[in-house]
């Protein structure tokens, strides 16, 4: 199997596992909403916040720097222990600094009872996690992407019902836990991903190819290790990639820390209902294409060892690849656009009651729609850059990190300082960000494949003409100002949108039936008979 048909599978079975593992937890969400006041879900995404904390930091940029490593698994694993070594005291410290300062601590302690615990099996949990970091990149490497979504899929069913559980327990039992059935679900979550990683790929490494446990390796083949245990060349490249993993974090994470210091707990708990919703199709579809796709550029666009170039063949896949996810991306985004203004509000108001979507949770739901496209073009964009690029132009795009940052800072202060608009503004500048980003990243797209003689055309990624001026048909229709016949009842017009949207999907799906295909060849290829008669 090709490089190209091994991401693509990959991609699916990513797809897969996000899609299954998201639809159970949007139904037990659904439950727990049941159970929980703004105040409680808002004070749980600051929990969230200081696990992604740890584990971003402790991880993100290693897990990059493999991908780059396509022939011995060993030093991956390697490499993989120095996540353990740093997120213990980071999860350590940041537990200290979060339970003294964050979100008016001595106010919560007050009023939220066990709220020091959950930070503290927050905390446990994210250091568990780490410990399966070794299975993760041993599986990644060698492309066992069936291997992660099992372990994955497995460990989110876990958290679900452990979350679910202990929250349903306690409001039946007459228990206030505040927010501890959270941390005990991510507790599950990573003890289970830790014995599914292990297992699995003890199986696989049958033949003793080489170990979860750090090994010692010899300097040889232009490769030296630093201890004998750790790859110079990825080493380097960690640090690289952390110090601009570190803006990153910033431009990824600045809404999360600018609504945690400018607003309340009550409108914090309105916003995560919002951007969680609004982040569905992005951690479903895009997150796994993004990390596969990434992992797969890596790969055909490394050098070879004795040429010290990369193959005409793989950068010519590379190429395909971000060509066609970039089709989907256009596609999926022209969609997002014209129907997700109207259709998110009256969804919110069916999934979660009128207490939620007559609140401005509708609103920032309704606005973040405009913000998914550029999300996920910047997701694939920045996936080929950090791919291929070396540590120079890496150094380079964290030094504009910096300069990205300001401009979201300096939107953001417009938006919500001067303007006033609330968690609304603080969408507009998550656009600002992502603008950005963007245009860099496309920037250095079309210098790389110049670069390369294989030139790309960012025409060839847009919607069919047919289907763009569809869209804008449908589009004046849902927002004309003249009165049109839709039924005054919430079911009614729901139904209205519905059918309106049915009808632009099918269109859709026939105007772009020739590139649906070529996606379906390119995942499933045919397979030839090469047996004599």
């Known amino acids: 199997m090709s490089a190209l048909a091994?991401?693509?599978?990959?991609?699916?079975?990513?797809?897969?596992?996000?899609l299954s593992s998201r639809l159970l937890t949007f139904l037990i969400n659904q439950i727990l909403l049941r159970y929980l006041s703004p105040t409680l879900l808002g004070l749980s995404t600051q929990l969230e916040l200081y696990s992604i904390t740890v584990l971003y930091f402790s991880r993100e940029s290693i897990r990059?720097?493999?991908?780059?490593?396509?022939h011995s698994t060993q030093p991956v694993v390697n490499l993989s222990y120095i996540s353990i070594l740093s997120g213990i005291p980071l999860s350590y410290i940041l537990a200290k600094l979060y339970a003294a300062r964050g979100a008016g601590a001595e106010l919560?302690?007050?009023?939220?009872?066990?709220?020091?615990?959950?930070?503290?099996?927050?905390?446990?949990?994210?250091?568990?996690?780490?410990?399966?970091?070794?299975?993760?990149?041993?599986?990644?490497q060698r492309l066992l992407y069936k291997v992660r979504a099992t372990s994955e899929a497995g460990a989110t069913v876990v958290r679900c019902f452990v979350t679910c559980g202990a929250a349903v327990w306690a409001s039946r039992t007459g228990r206030d836990l505040g927010v501890l059935p959270f941390a005990l679900g991510q507790l599950a979550y990573a003890s289970f991903l830790l014995k599914l990683y292990v297992l699995q790929m003890w199986f696989v490494n049958g033949q003793g190819e080489f170990s979860l446990l750090p090994k010692r390796l010899r300097d040889g083949n232009n490769e030296k290790y630093i201890l004998g245990y750790f790859s110079t060349s990825l080493t380097k490249l960690s640090i690289s990639l952390f110090i601009q993993n570190s803006f990153k974090y910033i431009l990824t994470q600045g809404d999360g820390l600018l609504i945690a210091a400018l607003t309340s707990l009550q409108d914090q708990g309105a916003y995560a209902l919002a951007s969680n919703y609004g982040g569905l199709i992005a951690r479903m579809l895009f997150q796994p294409i993004e990390e596969s796709s990434r992992n797969m550029f890596a790969k055909v666009c490394s050098p070879d060892p004795t040429t010290k170039e990369a193959s005409k063949t793989g950068i010519r896949e590379a190429k395909s690849l971000l060509q066609n996810i970039l089709r989907l991306y256009s596609l999926i985004s022209l969609v997002a656009c014209v129907l997700g203004p109207t259709l998110a509000p009256l969804l919110l108001r069916l999934v979660a009651g009128s207490k939620w979507a007559d609140g401005e949770a509708s609103v920032v739901l309704s606005r973040y729609c405009y913000y998914i496209p550029l999300l996920a073009i910047n997701g694939v964009t920045e996936a080929f850059v950090a791919a291929v690029a070396t540590n120079a132009e890496l150094r380079t795009q964290s030094l504009l990190m910096g300069a990205f940052f300001a401009g979201f800072a300096g939107a953001a202060y417009i938006f919500l300082g001067i303007l006033k608009m609330g968690a609304v503004g603080l969408v507009y500048a998550n656009c600002v960000n992502m603008a950005l980003r963007v245009l860099y990243n496309t920037g250095f797209i079309r210098g790389y494949f110049d670069a390369h003689e294989q030139p790309i055309g960012f025409r060839s990624v847009l919607p069919s003409s047919l289907s763009i001026a569809t869209s804008i048909g449908v589009a004046g229709v849902l927002y004309s100002p003249v009165p049109t016949v839709v039924p005054s009842s919430f079911l009614g017009h729901l139904a209205w949108v519905g059918t309106i949207s049915g009808v632009?999907?099918?269109?859709l799906l026939f105007f772009e039936r020739e590139y649906i295909m070529h996606c379906y060849r390119m995942v499933w290829p045919v397979k030839t008979n090469t047996k004599r008669k």
């Open 6 to 18: 091994a991401s693509a599978k990959g991609a699916t079975f990513l797809i897969a596992l996000q």
């Open 64 to 70: 990059v720097a493999v991908q780059r490593q396509s």
């Open 108 to 140: 919560i302690r007050a009023e939220v009872p066990f709220f020091g615990e959950s930070v503290g099996v927050s905390g446990l949990a994210a250091v568990i996690e780490l410990f399966a970091e070794p299975g993760f990149v041993s599986a990644q």
């Open 504 to 507: 632009l999907g099918l269109l």
